[in-house]
Protein backbone atom coordinates (compact mmCIF):
# COMPACT_ATOMS: atom_id res chain seq x y z
CA UNK A 1 0.00 0.00 0.00
CA UNK A 2 3.03 2.50 0.86
CA UNK A 3 4.46 1.29 -2.41
CA UNK A 4 1.52 2.67 -4.52
CA UNK A 5 0.54 6.12 -2.47
CA UNK A 6 4.69 7.05 -3.11
CA UNK A 7 4.28 5.80 -6.87
CA UNK A 8 1.06 8.10 -7.04
CA UNK A 9 2.91 10.45 -5.53
CA UNK A 10 5.89 11.04 -8.03
CA UNK A 11 3.44 10.48 -10.70
CA UNK A 12 1.57 13.44 -9.54
CA UNK A 13 4.83 15.64 -9.05
CA UNK A 14 6.28 14.89 -12.81
CA UNK A 15 2.64 15.90 -13.90
CA UNK A 16 2.94 19.27 -12.76
CA UNK A 17 6.35 19.63 -13.69
CA UNK A 18 5.18 18.90 -16.70
CA UNK A 19 2.25 20.69 -16.63
CA UNK A 20 4.35 24.06 -15.11
CA UNK A 21 6.83 24.02 -18.14
CA UNK A 22 3.84 23.84 -20.91
CA UNK A 23 2.05 26.99 -18.74
CA UNK A 24 5.77 28.69 -18.77
CA UNK A 25 6.35 27.89 -22.24
CA UNK A 26 2.79 28.97 -23.40
CA UNK A 27 3.58 32.56 -21.72
CA UNK A 28 7.19 33.50 -22.98
CA UNK A 29 6.42 35.57 -25.71
CA UNK A 30 7.91 34.60 -29.10
CA UNK A 31 10.87 37.11 -30.17
CA UNK A 32 9.89 38.79 -33.24
CA UNK A 33 12.17 38.51 -36.02
CA UNK A 34 14.04 41.70 -37.56
CA UNK A 35 12.98 43.27 -40.19
CA UNK A 36 15.95 43.11 -43.37
CA UNK A 37 17.68 45.80 -43.92
CA UNK A 38 16.92 48.95 -45.83
CA UNK A 39 18.50 48.66 -49.29
CA UNK A 40 19.66 51.70 -51.39
CA UNK A 41 21.97 52.36 -54.42
CA UNK A 42 25.38 53.57 -53.33
CA UNK A 43 26.07 54.61 -57.13
CA UNK A 44 24.17 56.05 -59.29
CA UNK A 45 26.02 56.96 -62.51
CA UNK A 46 25.54 58.91 -65.49
CA UNK A 47 24.63 57.84 -68.93
CA UNK A 48 28.63 58.38 -69.76
CA UNK A 49 30.08 56.54 -66.95
CA UNK A 50 27.69 53.94 -66.53
CA UNK A 51 29.92 50.44 -65.73
CA UNK A 52 30.29 48.89 -68.58
CA UNK A 53 31.54 45.38 -67.07
CA UNK A 54 29.08 42.33 -68.15
CA UNK A 55 29.27 39.79 -64.94
CA UNK A 56 29.32 37.17 -67.78
CA UNK A 57 32.59 38.09 -69.33
CA UNK A 58 35.73 38.66 -68.41
CA UNK A 59 37.52 42.09 -67.03
CA UNK A 60 39.81 43.42 -69.28
CA UNK A 61 42.11 46.10 -68.21
CA UNK A 62 42.93 48.93 -70.25
CA UNK A 63 45.26 51.86 -69.89
CA UNK A 64 44.23 54.42 -67.26
CA UNK A 65 42.49 52.61 -64.84
CA UNK A 66 43.91 51.36 -61.68
CA UNK A 67 43.28 49.21 -58.11
CA UNK A 68 42.38 50.97 -54.97
CA UNK A 69 44.61 48.35 -53.35
CA UNK A 70 47.90 50.47 -55.69
CA UNK A 71 46.73 53.69 -54.70
CA UNK A 72 45.98 52.95 -51.06
CA UNK A 73 49.82 53.40 -48.94
CA UNK A 74 51.76 55.04 -52.02
CA UNK A 75 54.07 57.42 -51.48
CA UNK A 76 53.10 61.16 -52.68
CA UNK A 77 56.48 63.43 -53.34
CA UNK A 78 57.29 67.25 -54.63
CA UNK A 79 58.74 65.83 -57.96
CA UNK A 80 59.71 62.90 -60.03
CA UNK A 81 63.55 63.03 -59.09
CA UNK A 82 64.91 60.56 -56.72
CA UNK A 83 65.68 62.39 -54.29
CA UNK A 84 62.45 64.48 -53.72
CA UNK A 85 60.84 65.25 -51.13
CA UNK A 86 58.49 63.29 -49.64
CA UNK A 87 55.22 65.11 -48.92
CA UNK A 88 53.24 61.59 -46.95
CA UNK A 89 51.10 58.47 -48.24
CA UNK A 90 47.66 58.24 -49.71
CA UNK A 91 45.07 56.56 -46.83
CA UNK A 92 41.72 56.42 -48.66
CA UNK A 93 40.09 57.39 -51.34
CA UNK A 94 36.83 59.77 -51.96
CA UNK A 95 34.57 57.99 -54.48
CA UNK A 96 30.95 60.09 -55.76
CA UNK A 97 28.06 59.34 -55.85
CA UNK A 98 28.35 58.91 -59.61
CA UNK A 99 30.99 56.34 -59.12
CA UNK A 100 33.73 58.56 -59.70
CA UNK A 101 37.04 58.58 -57.56
CA UNK A 102 36.78 62.23 -56.55
CA UNK A 103 39.83 62.95 -54.04
CA UNK A 104 42.30 60.92 -52.32
CA UNK A 105 43.44 61.88 -48.84
CA UNK A 106 47.04 62.06 -48.10
CA UNK A 107 48.79 61.88 -44.71
CA UNK A 108 50.75 64.51 -44.04
CA UNK A 109 52.81 65.81 -40.77
CA UNK A 110 53.90 63.87 -37.86
CA UNK A 111 56.47 60.96 -37.24
CA UNK A 112 55.59 57.55 -37.56
CA UNK A 113 51.70 58.38 -38.12
CA UNK A 114 52.03 60.15 -34.61
CA UNK A 115 50.88 63.92 -35.16
CA UNK A 116 49.64 63.13 -39.18
CA UNK A 117 46.81 65.01 -40.75
CA UNK A 118 44.94 63.65 -43.44
CA UNK A 119 43.97 66.26 -45.92
CA UNK A 120 41.44 66.12 -49.08
CA UNK A 121 43.17 66.46 -52.68
CA UNK A 122 41.40 66.36 -56.04
CA UNK A 123 43.50 63.71 -58.23
CA UNK A 124 43.44 66.42 -60.74
CA UNK A 125 46.25 67.28 -58.11
CA UNK A 126 48.58 64.53 -58.64
CA UNK A 127 50.62 62.96 -61.41
CA UNK A 128 52.08 59.31 -61.49
CA UNK A 129 55.76 59.02 -61.81
CA UNK A 130 57.00 55.98 -63.29
CA UNK A 131 60.66 55.01 -63.40
CA UNK A 132 62.68 52.18 -65.88
CA UNK A 133 62.54 49.59 -63.51
CA UNK A 134 59.06 50.13 -62.67
CA UNK A 135 58.81 51.56 -59.54
CA UNK A 136 55.54 54.25 -59.23
CA UNK A 137 55.08 57.07 -56.58
CA UNK A 138 53.06 60.17 -56.71
CA UNK A 139 53.91 63.62 -57.42
CA UNK A 140 51.68 66.42 -56.27
CA UNK A 141 51.24 69.63 -57.64
CA UNK A 142 50.94 70.95 -54.52
CA UNK A 143 53.67 71.96 -52.15
CA UNK A 144 53.94 70.08 -48.67
CA UNK A 145 53.38 73.36 -46.72
CA UNK A 146 50.22 73.90 -48.52
CA UNK A 147 48.59 70.52 -47.58
CA UNK A 148 49.93 71.28 -43.71
CA UNK A 149 48.15 74.52 -43.97
CA UNK A 150 45.14 73.20 -45.26
CA UNK A 151 41.92 71.80 -42.93
CA UNK A 152 42.01 68.78 -41.64
CA UNK A 153 39.71 65.53 -43.08
CA UNK A 154 38.09 64.27 -40.41
CA UNK A 155 36.97 60.91 -41.77
CA UNK A 156 35.07 60.33 -37.75
CA UNK A 157 33.37 63.32 -38.46
CA UNK A 158 31.80 63.02 -41.63
CA UNK A 159 31.67 58.79 -42.34
CA UNK A 160 30.00 56.16 -40.92
CA UNK A 161 31.48 53.08 -41.90
CA UNK A 162 32.90 54.22 -44.77
CA UNK A 163 29.68 56.02 -46.04
CA UNK A 164 29.10 59.38 -46.29
CA UNK A 165 27.27 60.43 -43.35
CA UNK A 166 25.30 64.12 -43.67
CA UNK A 167 24.02 64.00 -40.45
CA UNK A 168 26.50 63.55 -38.56
CA UNK A 169 28.58 66.00 -40.69
CA UNK A 170 25.85 68.75 -39.61
CA UNK A 171 25.99 68.04 -35.93
CA UNK A 172 29.11 68.34 -36.06
CA UNK A 173 29.15 71.44 -37.48
CA UNK A 174 26.51 72.77 -35.41
CA UNK A 175 28.55 71.86 -32.46
CA UNK A 176 31.74 73.96 -33.14
CA UNK A 177 29.77 77.10 -34.05
CA UNK A 178 27.42 76.83 -30.76
CA UNK A 179 28.62 79.71 -28.34
CA UNK A 180 31.42 78.57 -26.06
CA UNK A 181 32.82 75.86 -27.99
CA UNK A 182 34.56 79.01 -30.36
CA UNK A 183 38.14 80.27 -28.86
CA UNK A 184 37.83 83.69 -27.01
CA UNK A 185 39.57 86.38 -28.49
CA UNK A 186 42.14 87.39 -26.21
CA UNK A 187 41.90 90.87 -24.51
CA UNK A 188 44.41 93.50 -25.34
CA UNK A 189 47.14 93.58 -23.02
CA UNK A 190 47.11 95.97 -19.94
CA UNK A 191 49.83 98.97 -20.44
CA UNK A 192 52.30 98.78 -18.28
CA UNK A 193 52.98 101.41 -15.29
CA UNK A 194 54.54 104.70 -16.60
CA UNK A 195 58.11 105.18 -14.78
CA UNK A 196 57.93 106.77 -11.79
CA UNK A 197 59.57 110.28 -11.34
CA UNK A 198 62.55 110.40 -8.65
CA UNK A 199 61.61 112.92 -6.04
CA UNK A 200 64.76 114.86 -5.09
CA UNK A 201 63.20 116.12 -1.68
CA UNK A 202 62.73 112.24 -0.83
CA UNK A 203 66.40 112.21 -0.57
Known amino acids: MLTKLLGSAAAIAMLSTVSFAQSTDTLTPQAQPEPPAQTREVFQYPPEVAPKVDPNQNFSAVEGQVLASGVIGTGVFAGPENDAQRIGNINDIIIGQNG???????????????????????????????QGDGDRWFVAKVTKEQLEQAPAFERSEMFTGGIADPDKAN????DETMPGNTPEESSP?????????????AQ
Not at 171 to 174: D, L, T, Y
Open 100 to 130: VAEAVVIGVGGFLGIGEKNVAVGFDRLDLAT
Open 171 to 174: KNQQ
Open 189 to 201: AAPAPAPTTPNPS
